[in-house]
């Protein structure tokens, strides 16, 4: 073989080589962003100076209406993207964590440019050194969090309004832990019904208040009220503090709580109701 053919072979085979390494970059690189697109977070990297970040994934475009070119270009981006009402702390956490250093955690809302959609995030920042130990840049990802802290806002207005209910039931109101049966709390209009302070129901059983004992005499009739899960009292009197004796009804449910069996015990003055019928019952036999 020629040296000239030697020649010709050898650059064949570089030729190949290169065309190989080039698509086999380009599908490694088409692999990377296709993962960065599909990922559900915002990953980027920002340096210590504040000055400059850039965004490997497109989420933020997603939120804010800004492309990750955009944040690049201008790091002012980032505050112009964030709720007014969260940008000055959110401005002050960020330049002390750059200032000390260190790893940081931030919840912020951010407010798309166009649509107005209002996002909440968190944003979780972690300082990389070179081989001398000096800080370089920080890695960060950020994670939208909103449908968890919508999740948070529904159940506290749920808690409020049930607390607003609680608190002006014109019914008595006992909750109990559904496994010990001690009470967890008592709403205003029992209190007053019965004439026992808060902190004579909080923290014992219902068998251990005097004032139960025809209802929840011990604690069968409590283990039959875990297995029912439903018991409906009536004709059975309450004695009050000072000594009076009520009618009442009394219904009790077992419920699921975050997770943990509750009892709710609706008690119900029926006295006028019952002297109702007492005298009905004489009127007629009259």
Not at 148 to 173: N, Q, T
Not at 176 to 196: C, S, Y
Request: with cysteine; proline share 3%.
């Amino acid at each position: 073989m020629s040296h000239q053919e030697t020649l010709t072979k050898q650059n064949v085979r570089t030729v190949t080589w290169h065309k190989k390494a080039d698509r086999q970059i380009k599908q490694a690189k088409g692999r990377y962003e296709n993962l960065m697109r599909n990922i559900p977070d915002a990953i980027y990297f920002a340096l210590p100076d504040e000055t400059s970040a850039t965004f490997i994934s497109g989420r933020w475009k997603d939120w804010t209406g800004y492309s990750p070119d955009d944040f690049h270009e201008d790091f002012e981006i980032l505050p112009k993207s964030i709720h007014p009402e969260d940008k000055d702390k959110a401005i002050q956490d960020y330049a002390q964590a750059h200032k000390e250093k260190k790893e940081y955690v931030f919840e912020y809302r951010v407010v798309h440019k166009d649509t107005g959609e209002v996002r909440y995030l968190r944003d979780h920042g972690v300082p990389v050194k070179n081989n001398k130990g000096e800080i370089v840049r920080f890695n960060g990802i950020i994670t939208d969090i909103t449908e968890r802290k919508r999740g948070e806002e529904v159940l506290c207005v749920s808690e409020v309004r049930y607390r607003r209910l609680f608190e002006s039931a014109k019914d008595g109101i006992l909750l109990l832990d559904a496994e010990t049966g001690t009470i967890v709390d008592a709403n205003p209009f029992l209190i007053k019904m019965l004439g026992f302070s808060h902190e004579d129901f909080l923290g014992k059983a219902i068998w251990e208040i005097g004032c139960f004992k025809d209802i929840a005499s011990n604690k069968d009739k409590f283990k039959e009220l875990q297995r029912q899960r439903y018991i409906r009292y009536e004709d059975l009197p309450l004695e009050t503090a000072d000594g009076r004796r009520i009618e009442v009804e009394f219904v009790s449910n077992v419920y699921t709580v975050d997770h943990q069996k509750v009892i709710q015990c609706n008690i119900r003055d029926i006295t006028e109701r019952k002297q109702a019928e007492e005298n009905t019952r004489n009127g007629t036999l009259c």
